[in-house]
């Protein structure tokens, strides 16, 4: 069956960079992207973007340009998001979810939560 | 960028009852690109709906979808306990992917 298991929680601080991963398996990962989407406490759910793991191409919300990477490491069927520059307001679920090609967010890993404070 | 407002924010009703949520956009949506996703408290979302009108693997056929080019409903015909939850319209026609505001479904 498909799955997306994340990373576990982290405490970081202000201005610190933050790697959160997302190991796919019960699929060909290389066949599908994969997107991320944060929740902020008791907020609504905000796209960041996405990866193809085939070619490793990116497309990021305006909002997070400069401050997000996605990367893949196909060999182990895992993405990775990293945040750089940590504000007290990038306190969040983040989700990987998978997508196919014009397709819906079809599986959904269960969360990293992520906390920034001093 | 496609902005979806929800409505309404809060929906209060009986276990038994229909649910009627609306989900309008400020443009057309491409081809019907609209999904619906319900996430439970301590959840990931969890797809519910594509093409704004087909039920995702699993989805029971008390949920159907509706709609067109800007305006969408999510129904549910007969209130479950297990239905009590948030409900997210989402448009994937294309970057950036939004998401509507959310409504909450309680019970009353």
């Known amino acids: 069956q498909v799955q997306l298991v994340q990373s576990g929680a982290e405490v970081t601080k202000p201005g610190a960079s933050v790697k959160v991963s997302c190991k796919a398996s019960?699929?060909?990962?290389?066949?599908?992207?994969i997107h991320w989407v944060r929740q902020a406490p008791g907020q609504g759910l905000e796209w960041m973007g996405w990866i193809h793991p085939n070619s490793g191409g990116t497309v990021y919300a305006q909002k997070f340009q400069g401050g997000v990477t996605m990367t893949r490491d196909t060999s182990i069927s895992t993405a990775y998001m990293e945040l750089s520059r940590l504000r007290s307001d990038d306190t969040a679920i983040y989700y990987c979810?998978?997508?196919?090609?014009?397709?819906?967010?079809?599986?959904w890993g269960q969360g990293t939560l992520v906390t920034v404070s001093s | 960028e496609v902005v979806l407002t929800q409505s309404p924010g809060t929906l209060s009703l009986s276990l038994g009852e229909r649910a009627t949520l609306s989900c309008r956009a400020s443009q057309s949506v491409s081809s019907s690109y609209l999904a619906w996703y319900q996430q439970k408290p301590g959840q990931a979302p969890r797809l519910l709906m594509y093409g704004a009108s087909s039920r995702a693997s699993g989805i029971p056929d008390r949920f159907s979808g509706s709609g067109s080019g800007t305006d969408f409903t999510l129904t549910i015909s007969r209130l479950e306990p297990e239905d009590f939850a948030v409900y997210y319209c989402?448009?994937?026609?294309?970057?950036?992917?939004?998401f509507g505001q959310g409504t909450k479904l309680e019970i009353k």
């Open positions: 989402q448009q994937y026609g294309g970057s950036p992917y939004t």
């Open positions: 019960g699929y060909t990962f290389t066949d599908y992207y």
């Open positions: 979810a998978r997508v196919s090609w014009r397709g819906p967010f079809d599986y």
